[in-house]
């Protein structure tokens, strides 16, 4: 059994999907980031980052427990596991990596950004919402380009732990400054994503409990100094 810990974002969405794809039994933990779930002594012992999601897979590679968190280091992990949604060959798993590693380390921090200053900084900064919402249209037109050659999922071929790791982070375009129809090759993408089974089901996880950063706890625990206090 694993221990999913987690929130409905996009980061949570891509370990929800993962774990309907390869059809796991998992135990759903809500992490209440707006709640300050995140700084609890019991969730920083699994995730010191503070940071969702996080999983404890009772039924480790050594079968002891492992506790792990990263979203991307759990995509890994889970598809170790199972052996699905990796390359079979060397030369496609890293092809697949250095598309998981640029969402990691692009595609969702620069659209954190544009969602933040878009939607939630206490003042607009013209300059940061212009910075962001054109870093994102950059960043979605590398993906368009990548989808044009391949033709069809990010890595190739073969639908992976890449596919898996974007598409969550693209779903809320709109609020990015990102009309999908400027880019139709990842418009293509995206429905055939959208209309996977597992992914449908993934969506769901905890999606009730989702709601709108309105009061000032929610910010102070999300954007706050709440942040940087050390623990």
Not at 27 to 43: L, M, N
Not at 51 to 61: F, H, L, Q, R, T
Not at 113 to 120: D, I, T
């Amino acid at each position: 059994m694993i221990d999913l810990y987690t929130w409905p974002t996009p980061n949570g969405h891509k370990i929800h999907i993962m774990l309907e794809e390869c059809r796991l039994p998992y135990a759903v933990h809500p992490v209440d980031i707006g709640a300050g779930d995140q700084f609890k002594p019991e969730f920083l012992a699994i995730s010191p980052n503070n940071k969702m999601p996080a999983i404890v897979d009772s039924d480790g590679p050594d079968g002891k427990p492992i506790a792990l968190f990263e979203s991307g280091a759990i995509l890994l992990y889970l598809a170790g596991k199972t052996g699905r949604f990796l390359p079979r060959t060397d030369r496609g798993r890293y092809e697949m990596l250095q598309w998981l590693m640029w969402q990691m380390g692009g595609l969702g921090p620069m659209l954190g950004q544009a969602h933040h200053f878009r939607l939630y900084a206490p003042e607009r900064v013209p300059y940061a919402v212009d910075r962001y919402t054109q870093e994102a249209r950059r960043l979605y037109g590398v993906l368009e380009r990548q989808l044009q050659k391949t033709g069809a999922w990010v890595a190739g071929r073969q639908y992976t732990i890449a596919d898996i790791a974007i598409f969550p982070w693209t779903r809320s375009h709109a609020n990015q400054g990102i009309d999908l129809a400027d880019f139709p090759a990842v418009k293509r993408w995206f429905d055939a994503i959208a209309a996977r089974p597992a992914v449908r089901r993934g969506l769901t996880v905890l999606a009730d409990r989702r709601k709108p950063v309105i009061d000032d706890k929610a910010r102070e625990n999300l954007f706050g100094a709440a942040q940087y206090k050390a623990r």
